[in-house]
C-alpha cells in the first residue's frame, strides 16, 4: 500500500490531482459515489489509516512505575452515509481516500 500512495504522490506532484468528495454508499464491498453520480469500487480506492482498522501493541509506563503492554484497537472503518475527502491522481484510476468530512453551517 506505500508504494501506492507513493505513486498517487508522484502522480499529484507531476499531473495535478483532483479534490472531491463523496459519499459511502456501501459498507462491504466499500463503495463511494462522488458528486457527479460516478461510484467508485475498492479496486480504485486507496486508503488511508484514517479510514481502516487497526491494532496497535506496545509498552507503557505510567508514573514511573513497572513498564505493562498493551493492545488498542481503532475501528476507523467508513460507514454507510459518511461523506470522505477524496484526491483523484491525474490519470483517473485512483483515488486516495483521505477522510471523513462534515459540511456544517
Avoid: H
Avoid at 7 to 19: C, I, M, P, S, T
Avoid at 63 to 79: A, E, F, T
Amino acid at each position: 500500500m506505500l508504494e501506492i500512495i507513493k505513486q498517487l504522490a508522484l502522480d499529484v506532484a507531476e499531473n495535478g490531482a483532483d479534490f472531491c468528495i463523496g459519499m459511502v454508499t456501501a459498507e462491504s464491498p466499500l463503495t463511494i459515489r462522488l458528486e457527479e453520480g460516478l461510484e467508485l469500487t475498492e479496486e480504485f480506492l486507496v486508503l488511508t489509516e484514517n479510514v481502516l482498522e487497526w491494532e496497535e501493541t506496545g509498552t507503557i509506563r505510567i508514573n514511573g512505575g513497572d513498564w505493562n503492554s498493551y493492545r488498542m484497537k481503532q475501528d476507523r472503518r467508513l460507514r454507510t452515509g459518511e461523506a470522505v475527502a477524496l484526491l483523484r491522481a491525474a490519470d483517473g484510476q485512483q483515488y486516495l481516500v483521505l477522510g471523513r468530512v462534515r459540511k456544517e453551517g
